[in-house]
């Protein structure tokens, strides 16, 4: 079994389509990203590398440390491959542990049953080298494992995160349709906007999107907003050294720029409400300006900057005829009130986006849970684009 500070591969997952958002991130934190899957990245580093990426990655989901990679033809070998590795050097006889699962293996139709036989080696393990066992269950709060099971190959990794990285807690109030915080962030990320001019969000809803914005202009790590993580319900677990990371993290947190403003919008005032008090949990409230008004009322600073938009989409809310006229009218917001911007508009319903009127310099595919979007870029030139004046609009 591999021991947690011993330096080797570190498995970062992501939602679908957030993989290059994701590889730039790794980039910057100084980690050489290497594809594994297409929602799934392999870094090199210790638990200690785990820990910071939990705490500094905005659009990643999971950060996994592969523990224990043994043969298993069938269930049984499974059960006595696993129950021959040391599981008390990693886990508390009077803790807790769930399984989590990826098995693609013929004859294993119910990925439980899997779970169950890794269950049930780790506790008769646990019994024999400690005379007890943690009790386990479907909680995801406390150490995670996760079985990988595929091609008569079974690797066990260890879910440094626990619950999903995209819970990041400040979320207690949403409105119909939230956008998942890992999603807003790259989202955001997607765009070139790094806080130096405004970002605008009309139709915020709960606020993710305005709030990842001021989480990203202010340089907060968004695991600062965390307490628990699953690296912290395993032996070993590190204190000292998690409190020297969230420090350095803390450090370089600063002030919004002089040129940002960050405004969000809803014509709801509950939304209002709830982006509001999610905003004062991640700790952003006072960088962002909330207004309730209609979509095209909102204020827009001068630009240069970013307007991003998560309409309403027909498939959970609202009924797609009725939307086409908000969508046409997003359009003209986005033509006549957000000139010199660079507009962005998230929405999983391609026909309603048509509507919109503007040509798409770029789409990127993200998904929204399972649900398949697109996030659209639009250039918001003045009047027609004289490509030889020289300016460029972007923030
Ligand atoms: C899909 S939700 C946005 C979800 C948001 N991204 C989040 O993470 O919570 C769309 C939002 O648009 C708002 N909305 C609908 N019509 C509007 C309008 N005409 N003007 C402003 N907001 C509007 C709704 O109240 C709703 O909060």
Not at 35 to 63: F, K, P
Not at 379 to 391: A, F
């Amino acid at each position: 079994m591999r021991h947690l500070l011993d330096n080797g591969d570190l498995i970062v997952t992501c939602g679908r389509g957030a993989a290059d958002v994701c590889a730039a991130e790794l980039k910057e934190l100084g980690f050489a990203p290497r594809a594994v899957e297409d929602t799934a990245w392999s870094v090199r580093g210790t638990i200690l590398d785990a820990m910071r990426l939990n705490l500094h990655l905005r659009t990643a989901q999971r950060v996994l440390l592969p523990m224990v990679s043994v043969p298993a033809r069938t269930p049984d070998e499974l059960h006595r491959s696993l129950v021959a590795e040391p599981w008390e050097h990693v886990l508390f006889p009077d803790g807790y542990f769930s399984i989590t699962t990826g098995v693609d293996m013929p004859g294993i139709r119910d990925p439980r049953f899997a779970a169950l036989k890794v269950k049930d080696a780790i506790a008769d393990r646990m019994v024999r080298a400690c005379g007890r066992r943690p009790d386990s269950g479907g909680e995801r709060d406390r150490a995670v494992l996760h079985l990988h099971w595929h091609d008569s190959r079974a690797t066990v990794l260890l879910d440094t995160s626990g619950e999903p990285l995209s819970r990041r807690g400040y979320r207690l109030q949403s409105g119909p349709a939230p956008m998942q915080e890992a999603l807003a962030a790259a989202c955001v990320l997607a765009t070139p906007w790094r806080g130096e001019s405004a970002f605008v969000n009309p139709m915020c809803g709960s606020g993710t999107l305005a709030i990842e914005a001021a989480l990203v202009a202010t340089n907060r790590a968004p695991g600062l907003l965390r307490t628990n993580f699953g690296f912290m319900h395993v032996k070993g677990r590190h204190e000292q050294e998690w409190k020297r990371i969230r420090r350095e993290a803390e450090k370089i947190a600063r002030p919004l720029a002089a040129g940002c403003r960050i405004v969000a919008t809803d014509i709801n005032p509950r939304a209002i409400d709830a982006a509001r008090a999610n905003a004062e949990r991640a700790g952003v409230a006072e960088s962002i300006a909330f207004d309730v008004c209609d979509f095209a009322a909102t204020r827009v600073p001068p630009p240069p900057g970013v307007v991003m938009l998560n309409p309403e989409y027909g498939e959970r809310l609202g009924d797609a005829s009725k939307l086409e006229s908000e969508y046409r009218r997003i359009g003209d917001f986005l033509k006549q009130k957000c000139v010199g911007y660079m507009g962005y508009v998230f929405t999983a319903n391609l026909p309603l986006a048509k509507r919109i009127g503007l040509h798409s310099k770029r789409r990127m595919i993200l998904y929204n849970a399972n649900l398949e979007g697109r996030l659209l870029e639009f250039e918001l030139y003045s009047g027609t684009r004289n490509p030889g004046d020289g300016k460029d609009p972007r923030p």
